[in-house]
């Protein structure tokens, strides 16, 4: 987890413009996960895991897991471009992404990443408010909440912010052996600050009105801290 953590907080690079595109990052160990009960949920942390508008569910063989997840650089701003939950001792140069399953809306700027009947389980007991403490505990781009002793739940800023995002299965050969949500692809442009400035033949600024000093004092956009939390009633 530290690798990812450690790329999450390097702001070495320039402030990036609108339109720029980003360097993806490999695959980051982040964290053991134990599926009791097989059932992977990725979802908005602001809503119950099993809320099929705002996740999905993946039935996957009860078992040990490892969480993974990939970076992209657009200058000094780092972002979650990937996270993927896959079997332990799975050899990953065999592992081939499946067609689209589902897909997780996001209305707070995160994704929670647990077994869903854990998870379930323990927030329907949990007090809304200390549940709340718990996910803006820490402001950080990936980290890990514990429920209780033995119910994790992996916190991820969800590429640029609200949208929905794409799941998919991921195979070993025709085996089911973990799930992969894209935050942000390769493709994305750069959606904050402003245009890069024109350069003319010599070096020059074509637009005279532009101010270099508008991206210098531009303060990074992050996704937004979870600000409430819903419950089923």
Known sequence: MKGFEAFLSDQSGTVPHS?????????FPFSDLE???GNLAFFDPAFPPDDS???????????QFKLEARGIAFGADRRVAAVRCILQDVNVAKISKGEPIGEVGVDTGRIGVGDLSLLSAVLENLD????EDLLTSKDAGAFIIKLDPNTPLAIFSAGFGDGAYPVSSLLNG???????IDLISADKSYPFGTPEPKVGSHGNLKDENYNFSMICSKSLHRAP???AVRRKH
């Not at 339109?19 to 695959?27: A, D, F, N, S, V």
């Not at 809304?128 to 549940?131: H, K, L, N, P, T």
């Open 19 to 27: 339109g720029q595109k980003g360097i993806l990052t490999e695959w």
């Open 35 to 37: 599926l009791s009960s």
């Open 53 to 63: 508008t705002m996740g999905t569910v993946i039935e996957l063989p009860p078992g």
């Open 128 to 131: 809304g408010d200390v549940y």
């Open 174 to 180: 025709n085996d089911l052996i973990g799930a992969e």
């Open 225 to 227: 801290m979870v600000s």
